[in-house]
């Protein structure tokens, strides 16, 4: 089994900054890309940002030129640089990643228990 164990949520204010972190262990052979995805009151969860193994991004239109994604591939980390936050960021962040355990095997999605970010005054 893989786990994803998040960490950096919490309190801030409007136009303030926060820094996610996930990091991947267990069983793993390769992680085909990594990233976070959110979830408000009453609303779907929704993509924010994610990172493939090569590097390549895509983020959500909603972040864009205010989050940035990076990943250590070493470390099977992902780290969401969150500046300029909106009320309308708070949510329960979710890191997410597609696993390979083996070459012999399909990759699957592995998905971590969530962060609560919550920008407010």
Do not use: H
């Not at 470390?75 to 962040?93: C, F, G, I, R, W």
């Amino acid at each position: 089994q893989v786990q994803l164990v998040e960490s950096g949520g919490g309190l801030v204010q409007p136009g303030g900054s926060l820094r996610l972190s996930c990091a991947a262990s267990g069983s793993i052979f390769s992680i085909n890309a990594m990233g976070w995805y959110r979830q408000a009151p009453g609303k779907q969860r929704e993509l924010v940002a994610r990172v493939s193994s090569d590097g390549g991004t895509n983020y959500a239109d909603s972040v864009k030129g205010r989050f940035t994604i990076s990943r250590d591939n070493a470390k099977n980390t992902v780290y969401l640089q969150m500046n300029s936050l909106e009320p309308e960021d708070t949510a329960v962040y979710y890191c997410w990643a597609r696993v390979v355990q083996s070459p012999f095997r399909p990759a699957y999605e592995s998905w971590g228990q969530g962060t609560q970010v919550t920008v407010s005054s």
